[in-house]
């Protein structure tokens, strides 16, 4: 298996933990840890209207995304997936998301989420891995 890949699968399980624990406090409408932030600062972010997308928790659409990237990697990885470009879209479009919500995160709600933050940080990484298998 290519080294881009391993890491692809290797960031869609943290990301998949990482949404994973925001899934399951949107369920229980819960509060977060909040890590190397304030802890308001995470409250504020978690029941914020921008914690939502068409009243869907953005917590289960990160959760359904890093799954999705997961399983079509190792589709791809053991040759039953031909073509890269499904895990390409979905990636970008976390990307483009999580840009999104930091930029909302930093002048708008002017709070951070130690878990958004990952996930941006994920999601980042997940697209420099997918140039060196695109170029």
Do not use: D
Request: glycine share 4%; charged share 5%.
């Amino acid at each position: 298996m290519e080294t881009p890949i391993l890491l692809i699968l290797i960031l869609s399980i943290v990301g998949i933990i990482n949404t994973g624990y925001l899934s399951y406090h949107a369920y229980k409408k819960t509060l977060v840890k909040c890590l190397f932030f304030p802890p308001e600062w995470c409250q504020k972010v978690q029941q914020s209207k921008f914690s939502r997308t068409l009243g869907f928790p953005n917590a289960y659409a990160g959760l359904i995304m890093y799954f999705a990237i997961f399983i079509l990697s190792l589709l791809f990885a053991s040759g039953t997936l031909l073509s890269f470009t499904p895990i390409s879209i979905i990636i970008w479009i976390g990307f483009l998301f999580s840009m999104y919500f930091t930029f909302i995160q930093a002048f708008v709600l002017r709070a951070f989420c130690t878990w958004c933050v990952l996930s941006a940080i994920e999601f980042t990484l997940l697209l420099i891995l997918i140039s060196q298998i695109i170029l």
